[in-house]
């Protein structure tokens, strides 16, 4: 197709890099099939993907009962965002098997029999992703989720519950209640010996028969701990473990005998661990609720409209200028069916920054913008990074951020965390500046320097150089015009906005730049910024448009201090455009036009540790060095067929850098196809990723991402995540890796909430091709919040070049201590009397709520599904008793109250709860959240089916499912199991509940 090197070949070169590579898991990622030759297995990708997109659109489903779309048109219709968010879980799900403090130890994928430890690290990572979810730290949540789902989907691989004849998923792994299997004890053989590829019942009987009582046990890998004789190995040609008695293995990570001896249960394994995935999400979502679970995943979200502010006293043109910006932007969203967005404010002057004003609703955020002023004033530099590296820390991936100031920055040491922050997340500043870069004392209304020392014609540089390399611009206005320029707030903040051209040059030459416009681009619009001469632009039917007049048939054309902007005319005329101009210095020509259809990708390298598979490259790329680049394309309809042959790597001028041939490698359109190239050498010179190809007529496609990519001669690697524990220190550990000469280099730390002890910047020398490792230490205040977020941002530079790059981190602050165990729900009594006319039968349930396993106590009850109505109990049924008689007696007060909540006030709790009714909050009804709570369920029988949520203060949930064919007194679950189940009898339970309201003071 072009290249130099067949698909075959390099495919046939990796597979041989890997033949002596050992490998765990479920394979990591898509890329792993063509490694392995397997390519029918599941991944750990494929299994995450498909749950998530599933959940998801079950969500929206339940929320929209009219929708009668299509999945794989529900998925074109998910957002940019979404699968931004989706590919964040991915990634940090694919690391557990990459990096270098995970990919060997046992206790992140359940190997060598390292179960409780295993146990105990998935139920931190479900408390970690709960806390961070409820504190909106959606970031955070996502890459914790990640590290769950992959322990998780590897305890069905690596371990004999699939050998054991499971039909249902093992709930105790994150459910503590749940009756649990005990591990085979050290000295208890498990495997017995197998010479084949295909091992077939080489595990002992007591780990696979029913009428045993039945052990867990997982495959040892490699010598990491070396396995005892007569222990299962992992298996497989690639680890080393499999020589060793007993012979063989069990894992079922792929479908292939050359790395799977239990390849045959593959399928099942991989069944069982999308089941599992698919029930931490439903979880999720129910304990979240389903907007803030939307939320989590970006969801159909609007593009967050972020304004950082300059509220000196010079600012009133501007403050005004993006306070009807917000309001025009806010009421073009209130005419769609969508939600409003989220709108953040970053206010700043000197000395003072923030606070961050985060809303999602549009009247608080006006209020926020109503309530700036223009005050003071001073020295000319501000703390314009300080604002918009807060700005950053708070705003999602892909977000616009619009920087109104007129004043250069002050805290310009933090430039280069801004630009790692920014590179990171994808994130586009723009920057509107009411200062002409050439101007100096006369006519500025800014209070200067007392010295009246002229300023630096420069001191703008900064800002320029982080627009231009996050894709953003630079526009130099007057306070007359600042209204009108920044409309381009509103250009770029529709939900589908892609990008056609991004340019840059300072040159005073003539520029040619053809764009393409597809069938499926319906607005374009050009932004122009610098001192325009001369131009025109070209329709693909050859007619023509000067670039200096109003009027014409082509476009609309619009001029303000330091922008030109043009709006093409509807319709629009598929094709090849062409935009020719002569300017005078430094430009920037912006295309950007509306449509679904857009793509994301990163940099990825063949890994050769422990797993093989395509491992991100966190960072820049290196410079020189072979690289695949993976693609996403979003958006595409089911009857908008594409492909898509090549990716061009392009200068900042839009030249060429080179082109990557495209290759796809997903077999399933669930997620969107998956494109794969070999960049054979990344360029040395920074540049930015155009994607080509055609639609389904032939006719060209073209999108383009305009962050600049800088490729380098280093790397910074995080090695440890570590909890944050308040009160406590801890340590990240990293490496820096030198790939060129020996040299010194620079490390820089920041974090957003000040906990480093030391921020740097460090000097230390690294040898030729080698490396250093290094570690900083964060202090957590005693009076940290749990579930907060810390961003921890390393930059490293080269003190004689412009190598440089960075790493990001994000640490979530974890109580000592946590209560990971939920409430308990106990049936204790049924009544049923249900015959085959079941629209004149009932029966009713009776039960205890509870949250004696944990310290938190109970906080809330929600009737998730059934057709009858709960009712809270002020003690328990006795056999006789009435529902009127355990029923709650109001005082006049409470009964008022109780009325009126009936009538559907939600500012009153009832005393019953039907579906559809929000949770209800015990403490209200109970005064001590630690006391036991009774209710009593009662249904048609033409209703057999009832689930209740209860929720502890921790976050902890339970789901208590009840039926008329309930005959003891069970502790509830998920899903019947084959586990040893614990049974109380009624007469009994009866007592004892009688000895709790005599012993519990209040009842």
Not at 604 to 624: D, M, S
Not at 941 to 965: F, I
Request: proline share 6%.
């Amino acid at each position: 197709m072009g290249s130099g090197k067949t698909w075959i070949q390099w495919f046939t070169l990796i597979y041989l890099l890997l033949a002596l590579t050992p490998c765990t898991g479920f394979l990591p990622d898509f890329w792993s099939r063509v490694i392995t030759l397997s390519w029918d297995s599941h991944t750990h990708q494929y299994i995450t993907e498909r749950a998530i997109i599933n959940i998801t659109l079950d969500t929206l489903m339940a929320g929209d009962k009219h929708q009668h779309n299509r999945d794989e048109e529900r998925q074109a219709e998910l957002g940019r965002g979404f699968w931004q968010a989706v590919g964040d879980v991915v990634k940090s799900n694919a690391a557990m098997d990459f990096l270098s403090s995970t990919r060997s130890d046992p206790v992140y994928h359940f190997d060598s029999e390292r179960v409780d430890g295993a146990v105990v690290m998935l139920r931190q990572a479900w408390s970690q992703t709960l806390m961070s979810v409820r504190a909106r730290e959606y970031l955070s949540a996502r890459h914790s989720l990640g590290r769950l789902f992959h322990s998780l989907q590897d305890f069905y691989s690596h371990s004999n519950w699939v050998e054991m004849g499971q039909q249902a998923i093992y709930l105790h792994l994150l459910q503590p209640e749940e009756p649990a299997f005990p591990v085979a004890d050290d000295d208890t053989p498990t495997c017995m010996e197998c010479f084949s590829m295909t091992c077939r019942n080489n595990l002992f009987p007591r780990l696979t028969q029913q009428q045993h009582s039945l052990l867990l046990t997982t495959g040892y890998f490699s010598t990491n701990p070396p396995k005892p004789n007569g222990k299962c190995s992992h298996g497989g040609v690639l680890d080393s473990s499999r020589h060793r008695g007993a012979k063989g293995g069990i894992n079922k990570d792929s479908a292939s005998p050359l790395f799977s001896p239990h390849h045959y249960l593959h399928v099942e394994a991989a069944r069982l661990a999308s089941e599992a995935t698919a029930t931490v999400l439903k979880d999720l979502r129910d304990n979240v609720g389903h907007t803030n679970f939307l939320r989590l995943f970006s969801v159909k979200q609007p593009p967050v409209l972020v304004f950082v502010m300059d509220t000196t006293g010079s600012m009133f043109e501007e403050i005004t200028a993006a306070r009807l910006r917000a309001f025009t932007i806010i009421q073009n969203r209130a005419t769609t069916q969508g939600p409003p967005g989220t709108f953040l404010l970053v206010p700043f002057h000197d000395p003072g920054v923030g606070p961050v004003y985060e809303t999602e609703d549009p009247k608080q955020f006006m209020h926020y913008m109503e309530n700036l002023m223009a005050l003071g004033g001073g020295d000319e530099p501000e703390m314009c990074l300080s604002a918009i590296h807060l700005a950053l820390t708070h705003s999602p991936p892909l977000s616009e951020i619009f920087v109104f100031t007129d004043a250069s920055p002050k805290d310009t040491h933090l430039f280069s965390t801004v630009k790692a922050l920014t590179l990171e997340k994808q994130c586009k500043v723009t920057f509107l500046l009411t200062e002409d870069p050439s101007r100096r004392m006369e006519g500025r209304r800014r209070r200067r320097r007392r010295s009246r020392e002229p300023l630096s014609p420069d001191r703008f540089a900064l800002y320029s150089a982080l627009s231009s390399l996050s894709g953003g611009l630079t526009v130099f206005t007057t306070n007359s015009d600042i209204h009108r320029v920044s409309a381009i707030v509103e250009d770029n903040m529709a939900a589908d906005k892609v990008t056609l051209l991004h340019v840059e040059s300072d040159s005073d030459l003539v520029s040619v730049h053809p764009f393409r416009v597809d069938s499926a681009v319906k607005g374009v619009i050009l932004h122009l910024t610098g001192i325009l001469k001369d131009g025109n632009i070209t329709s693909p039917s050859g007619h023509s448009q000067s670039l200096l007049s109003e009027q014409g048939s082509l476009a609309k054309l619009e001029h303000f201090a330091g922008l030109y902007r043009l709006s093409l005319f509807s319709p629009i005329q598929p094709g090849q455009w062409s935009l020719h101009a002569r300017t005078e210095g430094h430009y920037t020509f912006s295309i950007i036009g509306d449509s679904s259809v857009d793509f994301l990708y990163y940099f990825a390298i063949v890994a050769n540790q422990t797993h093989p598979g395509l491992a991100r490259v966190e960072g820049n790329p290196i410079a020189g060095v072979p690289t695949f680049l993976v693609l996403t394309v979003k958006g595409l309809a089911p009857d908008e067929e594409a492909t898509f042959s090549h990716v061009t790597l392009l200068g900042a001028n839009g030249e060429s850098h080179q082109r990557v041939w495209l290759n796809s490698t997903s077999s399933s359109s669930y997620a969107g196809e998956e494109l794969v190239g070999l960049v054979e050498s990344v360029p040395r010179r920074p540049f930015c990723v155009r994607l080509s190809g055609h639609d389904r007529k032939g006719n060209k496609l073209e999108r383009v991402s305009t962050e600049m990519i800088e490729p380098t001669h280093v790397q910074i690697q995080v090695l440890s995540v570590p909890r944050l524990v308040p009160g406590h220190s801890s340590l990240v550990h990293f490496d820096v890796l030198n790939h060129g000469p020996a040299r010194l280099f620079n490390l820089t730390a920041d974090d957003d909430l000040g906990y480093l002890h030391q921020r740097g910047p460090h000097s230390f020398p690294v040898a030729e091709k080698g490396s250093i490792r290094g570690q900083v230490d964060l202090h957590t205040p005693a009076t940290a919040q749990a579930g907060g977020t810390v961003t921890l941002t390393l930059t490293v530079h080269a003190l004689d070049s412009l190598d440089s790059n960075y790493a990001v981190a994000y640490l979530t602050v974890f109580p000592p201590d946590p209560d990971i165990y939920p409430p308990s729900c106990t049936t204790t009594r049924v009544d049923w009397s249900c015959t085959p006319q079941c629209t004149n039968s009932s029966w009713s349930a009776s039960l205890v709520v509870s949250d004696s396993g944990g310290r938190s106590g109970l906080a809330s009850l929600q009737l998730h599904r059934g057709e009858g109505i709960l009712t809270l109990l002020r003690s328990p049924l006795l056999p006789g008793d009435g529902l009127a008689g355990a029923r709650l007696t109001l005082e006049p007060q409470e009964a008022e109250r109780d009325t009126a909540g009936k009538r559907g006030n939600p500012s009153h709790p009832k005393s019953t709860l039907e579906k559809g009714d929000p949770p209800m909050k015990v403490p209200e009804w109970v005064g001590e959240s630690s006391q036991p709570l009774w209710v009593r369920y009662d249904a048609s029988c033409c209703s057999t089916r009832a689930e209740l949520l209860v929720w502890d203060l921790a976050g902890n949930m339970r789901r208590c499912h009840l039926s008329p064919g309930q005959k003891e007194v069970l502790r509830d679950r998920d899903t019947e199991t084959n586990g040893r189940r614990r049974t109380i009898h009624p007469r009994c339970f009866l007592v004892l509940l009688g000895a709790i309201v005599v012993w519990t003071p209040g009842l």
